[in-house]
């Protein structure tokens, strides 16, 4: 008998639109505005380096519509379109409105759809795969980040309000999550931590690990 098709799996990279005092604010008192929208930049192409290795398709989902004078996108638009990768808008007024409604998007797709942001570099090519796996056996899974968020989450089922009411950017983040994935009746799987770029030493050990 022919062999079933795997199942597929997308990733989706969220990303900021790169505008001077708009990222990485927390990077500005010590970088100033221009060294920190630096910082997200090449921040965003490490990330779109590790999930780009991972084998698996990966699309690019601006935080508002690509414009037609990208001025500092155009470096992570180069790599972007030279890597012939689809781009995507986020809809919502939240984050978590804007990542339920991409992964609910790509599901219709792919049986496995997971978001990871644009300060994570530690989501490496082998972790990224772990998650990829772990939606196998669970409905979601978690990539937990060391100041009570995550880095990464990624679904093959998704339920309303499984996402909502979370205190976005608090250490309460993660837990949260967890409780409403309880409370929609979603099976989940938490990955060992990982760290994103939000602090000056967040970025200072970025710079080591270059």
């Known amino acids: 008998m022919p062999q079933s098709n795997p199942p597929s799996a997308v990733f989706l990279q969220f990303a900021k639109w790169p505008e001077a005092g708009r990222v990485k604010t927390r990077l500005m008192p010590e970088l100033g505005a ?3 929208l630096e910082a997200h930049i090449r921040l965003t192409l490490a990330v779109l380096d590790n999930l780009c290795a991972t084998g698996y398709p990966v699309e690019f989902w601006w935080d508002r519509p690509v414009d037609d004078r990208p001025g500092e996108a155009a470096t992570i638009l180069e790599e972007v379109n030279g890597a012939g990768l689809v781009q995507g808008v986020q809809q919502g007024s939240t984050l978590g409105e804007r990542m339920h409604a991409a992964l609910s998007q790509s599901l219709r797709d792919y049986d496995r759809v997971l978001v990871v942001g644009s300060d994570c570099p530690s989501v490496d090519p082998d972790y990224a795969r772990k998650a990829v796996a772990s939606l196998a056996d ?6 937990p980040s060391d100041d009570g968020g995550y880095v990464l989450i990624g679904a093959s089922r998704v339920a309303e309000g499984m996402l909502d009411n ?10 949260q ?3 409403q994935l309880d409370a929609a009746g979603l099976s989940y799987f938490v990955l060992e931590p990982r760290w994103d770029v939000d602090e000056p030493e967040d970025w200072a050990r970025f710079l080591r690990t270059c």
């Open 138 to 143: 669970y409905d979601v899974v978690l990539g």
């Open 34 to 36: 221009i060294g920190a």
């Open 166 to 175: 979370i205190a976005w950017g608090s250490p309460d983040v993660l837990i």
């Open 177 to 179: 999550t967890c409780e």
